[in-house]
Nanobody
């Protein structure tokens, strides 16, 4: 089993920045790609960003390209999401996720096996 714990969420004004972190523990040697998804009230959980095991391959949903940066530190077993130029539409619960199925940065939710409990990000206008 793998445990994922997110932190760093909060309330920020539009145009501001936040940095989300995810700490992994347990059998992390069984996981490869990692990613961030988000879920706004009344909406389905959607892909935000993903990163391959090596960190060389990353992917982003179009609405966050140029504003968000995903990174990982395999030595420290952490995943991060730097979010700049935040918009009210970025408001959601953000979830960290890890895959045992792929080493590549995939946007498909069914490629991921472990999920954190989520951290709330609220962007005020």
């Amino acid at each position: 089993q793998v445990q994922l714990v997110e932190s760093g969420g909060g309330l920020v004004q539009a145009g501001g920045s936040l940095r989300l972190s995810c700490a992994a523990s347990g059998r992390t040697d069984s996981t490869y790609a990692m990613g961030w998804f988000r879920q706004a009230p009344g909406k389905e959980r959607e892909f935000v960003a993903a990163i391959s095991w090596s960190g060389a391959d990353t992917g982003y949903t179009d609405s966050v390209k140029g504003r968000f940066t995903i990174s990982r530190d395999n030595t420290k077993k952490t995943l991060s999401l730097q979010m700049n130029s935040l918009r009210p539409e970025d408001t959601a619960v953000y979830y960290c996720t890890a895959s045992t199925r792929t080493t590549y940065a995939r946007p498909n939710k069914d490629q991921y096996d472990y999920w954190g409990q989520g951290t709330q990000v609220t962007v005020s206008s």
